[in-house]
């Protein structure tokens, strides 16, 4: 049993370019019936080239001014992602620089200061203090139950994650 036949190549060259069967010589028509491996090249490479012009076919090439279009898009969607690219990397920076400052700053106070920041604060914000009575109180004042305040945070719990993915997300 033969792997390769010398006539291989006449027969691939004749099944593509589409002379096979009828445009090509009675000689090389004689040498594929009597050649095993040339036939099942032809069947092969018979399906494969119904394959390709079934395709050809088939194909929607959108016109040429839709391309175009297509491409000025994407252009202009590139050069917008490559100069917001430096500016992403400045804003990073400034934040970083000014949270380094922010601390040494607040390390550079004293100690002593921090209390009567405290104390000033203090001061400025009153003291309210609730106990589980005066919530219990407020939600019968409303007319809410714990039952549904739960559901309504479960319900807060479980979409703002998804509120968020579809805010940030890009398109």
């Known amino acids: 049993m033969r792997s390769e036949c010398e006539r291989e190549e006449d027969v691939l060259e004749a099944v593509t370019s589409g002379h096979w069967p009828d445009r090509c010589p009675a000689e090389?028509?004689?040498?594929?019936?009597s050649c095993a491996l040339?036939?099942?090249?032809?069947?092969?490479?018979?399906?494969?080239?119904?394959?390709?012009?079934?395709a050809s076919r088939d194909a929607?090439?959108?016109?040429?001014?839709?391309v175009w279009w297509r491409a000025q898009l994407r252009a202009r969607e590139d050069a917008v992602r490559r100069a917001a690219?430096?500016?992403?990397?400045?804003q990073g920076v400034a934040a970083t620089v000014g949270v380094w400052l922010v601390v040494t700053l607040l390390r550079a106070v004293p100690p002593s200061t921090f209390a009567s920041w405290r104390a000033a604060a203090r001061q400025l914000a009153p003291t309210v203090t609730f106990t589980l009575s005066d919530v219990v109180?407020?939600?019968?004042?409303?007319?809410?139950?714990?039952?549904?305040?739960?559901?309504?945070?479960?319900?807060?719990?479980?979409l703002a994650p998804l509120a968020i993915y579809f805010a940030v997300g890009d398109d």
């Open 28 to 33: 090389l028509r004689g040498h594929v019936e």
């Open 38 to 54: 040339c036939r099942d090249l032809v069947d092969v490479a018979g399906a494969f080239q119904l394959d390709h012009e079934q």
């Open 60 to 66: 929607r090439v959108p016109p040429s001014s839709v």
């Open 85 to 90: 690219r430096p500016l992403g990397f400045i």
């Open 137 to 158: 109180g407020m939600l019968h004042l409303t007319g809410m139950t714990p039952v549904v305040i739960a559901c309504l945070l479960a319900t807060w719990l479980l």
